[in-house]
């Protein structure tokens, strides 16, 4: 059990790595594609690579859909506001204002799961905030762009609180990121249709963007993140 959450815990820290990168890639790109179609594009990618991988492994779906449903409407509430947002704001306060959930996740545990970390987590928890507070520089000119951010961090804590006790009820985590992924797909493709906003995109290098984004940084990110959540705990995954 201790070598599979060493192991859960290394995958998290590459999973991080890669989040990292997004926000200066997102950023780079949002001048050639509005900031939903680019979500949709993003999510619409990964849900047909994961697709592909339940018909291989030969997984329903349809298992257990409520809790999938639950996570996707919540993950879309993190990505939407942190996408729109960074056409207001720098990639580095987007950075710094989404990795409040490390703040918002023990706190929310209290609130909503009744449920109390440790001193030594919550302490963990402070560090971790001081120490993005340096590398990211902190608050900087707060602006209509961060407050959407702030909305993004919020309904982060509540994603990884509610996929961890879906995956520790034993809930497969790849039927789980299906859903989730099929679920922000389609509230994306609503929202771009009923705010008639553009489809299109301007530049060929914002398609490799998208495909970086939906493979490396959903697709696989949110399938490492799923299965380490079954052998670590919550305040590590934050």
């Not at 919540?74 to 996408?83: G, I, S």
């Not at 009923?194 to 696989?220: R, S």
Request: hydrophobic share 60%; with cysteine.
């Amino acid at each position: 059990m201790k070598h599979r959450t060493l192991i859960a815990d290394l995958a998290l820290i590459a999973v991080a790595f890669v989040w990292g990168i997004t926000f200066s890639v997102i950023k780079d790109h949002l001048e050639y594609v509005d900031a939903n179609t680019l979500v949709f594009y993003r999510f619409l990618m990964a849900s047909i690579g994961m697709a592909i991988f339940l018909i291989v492994k030969k997984k329903n779906w349809r298992q257990d859909i409520r809790p999938g449903l639950v996570l996707g409407f919540w993950l879309w509430l993190v990505y939407v506001p942190q996408t729109v947002g960074l056409n207001y704001t720098s990639a580095s306060n987007s950075a710094f204002i989404t990795a409040l959930y490390v703040a918002f996740v023990p706190l929310f545990s209290v609130i909503f799961f009744k449920h109390v970390p440790s001193v030594q987590r919550l302490f963990a928890a402070l560090l971790a905030l001081i120490g993005l507070w340096y590398l990211t520089g902190g608050f900087s000119h707060l602006n209509y762009g961060d407050a959407l951010t702030l909305l993004c961090a919020v309904a982060c804590s509540f994603f990884i609180l509610l996929a961890d006790r879906y995956v520790k009820r034993g809930l497969d985590p790849y039927v789980l990121c299906f859903q989730q992924f099929l679920v922000v797909t389609v509230l994306s493709f609503l929202t771009v249709l009923i705010l008639d906003l553009p489809f299109g995109v301007a530049k060929a290098g914002t398609w490799l963007a998208i495909v970086f984004l939906a493979i490396f940084a959903t697709l696989i990110a949110f399938m490492v993140q799923l299965s380490a959540q079954r052998f670590t705990s919550v305040m590590k995954v934050t």
